[in-house]
């Protein structure tokens, strides 16, 4: 099993900057892959970036490219989101979402089906 633990969240002004963090524990060894997604109210939930945990690389949605910026800290088993420049449509619950399989293609990543723990989420809410 799996856990995941998001924190970092709150209420920021339009233009400013917050880091999310999503601790990992229980069968670590088991992470392949990580990302964060979001979710607006009445809205599907949104692919926002991920990382292959092994090789380092990165990926992003069109709306976050060039603004957040995923990291992680494999000693501490932690995941991170830089969010700069944030907008008022960025508000939303932010997830934290575990891979334990490898993957072929770096397109399987922006799918949330291919994700097999989810964080509890945390609201992250932008004032215009």
């Known amino acids: 099993q799996v856990q995941l633990v998001e924190s970092g969240g709150g209420l920021v002004q339009a233009g400013g900057s917050l880091r999310l963090s999503c601790v990992v524990s229980?069968?670590?060894?088991?992470?392949?892959?990580m990302g964060w997604f979001r979710q607006a109210p009445a809205k599907e939930r949104e692919f926002v970036a991920a990382?292959?945990?092994?090789?380092?690389?990165?990926y992003y949605g069109d709306s976050t490219k060039g603004r957040f910026t995923i990291s992680r800290d494999t000693a501490k088993n932690s995941l991170y989101l830089q969010m700069d420049g944030l907008k008022s449509d960025d508000t939303a619950v932010y997830y934290c979402?575990?891979?334990?399989?490898?993957?072929?293609?770096?397109?399987?990543?922006?799918?949330?089906?291919?994700?097999?723990?989810w964080g509890q989420g945390i609201q992250v809410t932008v004032s215009s």
């Open positions: 979402a575990h891979r334990q399989e490898t993957f072929l293609f770096s397109s399987w990543l922006y799918q949330r089906d291919n994700y097999d723990n």
């Open positions: 990382m292959d945990w092994i090789g380092g690389a990165t």
């Open positions: 229980g069968r670590t060894f088991t992470t392949r892959a």
